[in-house]
């Protein structure tokens, strides 16, 4: 039983998994793809950036020639169709359809190049809409998603199941960990598509002093927040399990989304009160995982406490967005 073993005493070293290996990265050039492509070169890795300009993963047949003819060691899986919650609302059928095939033609190219290991990245949103805090890796398919992103998570979770699948049948390996919510640098510039913490930062930065902080919903929802540079840390460990694992990669840290927008206006050392729009979604009440998973298979824990990186991210956006 894997959860038995000694715990790691320290997190893996990503240049001995990846020193001299061949590694495609898809979704390169977006906020996760970037921050795994940067640890794969001081690793000492080979990267193989595949953008959206370069590859339309959406091409089943161009996927897999280029797969083919890129023979990759390792393929870490970051592209994704995807947005905060207002983006997953008003596009339940790209965030489902799109997701679904981007996940099963990037596994399904990554096995036939003859790659010796796939690494996806998963989300936290897989889990059941109402389940126990912190969520446990066994608790996972104990209900459906969230329904405002559910297409979305869905398709996390066909790619769950295929990466056990194509372990059973070929004894690939293949996984796709549950990231929480990533924040950070490198962040979406779109606010048509931002994640929380990316919609207030750049609000933030672009009001009058004093003025008020305009937060949707109540408050009340609560998330866990992931650092860029952790999560792609984190994801990339994964290749030093004997095997692939159902496994969650957060921080374990909860925080109300009222108490996360005042984290935002101190970072941004901005003084004006928070807005509540509750016309706006609140989405899943609750999401924080579980840790003991990854620091007893794994060594690993985040690293970045939330008001450091919330800073940087603070500090990025400003040099990203100039005031208008
Ligand atoms: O990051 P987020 O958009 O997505 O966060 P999810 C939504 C939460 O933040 C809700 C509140 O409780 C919102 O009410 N919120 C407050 C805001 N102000 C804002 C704002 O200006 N913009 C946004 N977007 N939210 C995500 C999936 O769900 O979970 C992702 O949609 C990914 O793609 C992630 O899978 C793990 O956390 O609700």
Request: glycine share 10%; net charge neutral; with cysteine.
């Amino acid at each position: 039983m894997q959860l038995e073993r000694p715990a790691p005493s320290a997190p893996p070293v990503l240049a001995d998994l990846y020193g001299g290996q061949r590694v495609v990265v898809t979704g390169a050039r977006g906020f996760l793809g970037r921050a795994v492509c940067a640890q794969l070169d001081r690793a000492g890795a080979t990267v193989l950036p595949l953008g959206r300009a370069e590859l339309d993963l959406l091409d089943r047949s161009a996927v897999k020639a280029r797969l083919r003819a890129l023979r990759p060691e390792v393929v870490v899986h970051c592209a994704v169709d995807g947005g905060g919650l207002g983006w997953m609302r008003d596009h339940p059928v790209e965030s489902g359809l799109n997701n679904v095939l981007i996940n099963v033609h990037v596994l399904e190219g990554a096995h036939e190049a003859g790659a010796r290991a796939f690494l996806g990245a998963g989300s936290a949103c897989a889990y059941p809409r109402i389940c126990p805090v912190p969520f446990v890796e066994d608790d996972l398919w104990q209900g459906y998603p969230e329904p405002t992103n559910g297409p979305y998570a869905q398709s996390k979770r066909v790619l769950l199941d295929l990466c056990r699948a194509y372990h059973a049948q070929h004894g690939f390996f293949a996984m796709t960990p549950l990231l929480a919510n990533l924040y950070g640098p490198g962040d979406h510039l779109d606010p048509g598509r931002a994640h929380v913490v990316a919609a207030l930062l750049q609000r933030v930065i672009r009001l009058p002093a004093g003025a008020p902080l305009e937060v949707w919903g109540t408050g009340t929802p609560t998330r866990e927040l992931l650092y860029i540079d952790d999560a792609a840390e984190g994801l990339l460990s994964c290749l030093a399990l004997s095997e692939p694992a159902v496994l969650n990669l957060g921080t374990g840290m909860e925080h109300s989304i009222a108490a996360l927008a005042q984290a935002v206006l101190d970072a941004a050392d901005h003084s004006g009160a928070l807005v509540f729009d509750p016309t706006k979604p609140d989405g899943q009440p609750r999401k924080c995982l579980s840790t003991a998973r990854a620091e007893a298979l794994l060594g690993w824990r985040a690293r970045t406490p939330l008001a450091e990186g919330l800073r940087a991210a603070v500090t990025w956006y400003r040099a990203a967005e100039p005031p208008r």
